[in-house]
């Protein structure tokens, strides 16, 4: 299957390990994970800066296998979660950098289409994210405001 806005077939990328089961190695009972997680996100990590740390300092491979919850459910319980998606921030960043871009250049054609493919992906994120209940039904992108969603 081909990329979303190009016609690369490419599909390279890491992979998470096949077998689901928990480490025989590892240290951490699930409801130290949970408090660990939940430390973090106090700190203001996001939940891909979470899984990194927890991968990369306490030895964690996998948070969902252990626990039975990913981090986005454990912040969830734990009322951590941020108002605007992790994945829709990102967008709105993004497309918020091409716009102070084409304020500069204003011929640049190119960066003027990644606009449009990015504001793209965010509306249908957003209906997405609308239909699951994880934004409010009134929630519009406004890319005026797009500074507000990002803190």
Known sequence: MARMHSRAKGVSGSK????????????????EVEILVGKM????????????TMRDTYGIPDVKSLTGKSISKIL??????????EDLRDLIRKAAMIRKHLEDNKQ???????LQLTEAKINRLVK???????????????????STYLE
């Open 41 to 52: 996100a106090k700190e203001g990590k996001t939940a891909s800066m979470i899984g990194i």
């Open 108 to 114: 640049d054609k190119p960066a003027l289409r990644g």
């Open 76 to 85: 969830a319980e734990k009322k951590l979660l941020p108002e605007v998606p």
């Open 16 to 31: 998470k390990p096949q077998k689901k089961e928990v480490p025989t190695w590892t240290r951490y009972k699930p409801k």
């Open 128 to 146: 997405y994210y609308k239909k699951t209940d994880r934004l409010a039904v009134d929630w519009k992108y406004d890319p005026r405001k797009a």
